[in-house]
């Protein structure tokens, strides 16, 4: 969290904060940073799909920013997209054996003590 430093009397304006009375201002030192902002446009490109979808899709997660008719994305909101378009694990399916491998292992499990461990 950045540092708050209070003043009882300020004329300047700090970061765009009102500064006057007993307001808080962010220290001026510390500098922020910002994620790139991506359009609709280059997000729907990055993701290889239409714009319709990506927007369809941001707006369901609430993984965007709108200003006016435009969206916007940030890094984290395009990893959060990502992240909801992924497939839940289906259940595994067992390995169906040839009669050859079946006889086999029926012979290995026997040889080694009927396949129970002391």
Not at 14 to 36: H, Q, V, Y
Not at 83 to 88: G, I, L, P, Q
Request: aromatic fraction near 6%.
């Amino acid at each position: 969290m950045p540092e708050v430093i209070l003043f009882s009397s300020c004329k300047t304006v700090a970061l765009g904060i009102f500064c006057g009375g007993s307001w808080p201002i962010r220290n001026s030192t510390k500098e922020m940073t910002l994620d790139p902002i991506y359009t609709l446009a280059e997000a729907a490109e990055r993701f290889r799909m239409t714009k319709n979808a990506v927007a369809r899709l941001a707006r369901r997660t609430g993984r965007c920013s709108q200003v006016g008719r435009h969206l916007l994305f940030s890094e984290a909101d395009l990893a959060a997209i990502w992240e909801s378009m992924r497939v839940a694990p289906t259940k595994a399916q067992e390995t169906v054996l040839g009669r050859a491998e079946a006889e086999m292992r029926k012979r290995a499990a026997s040889f080694l003590g009927g396949g129970k461990r002391q």
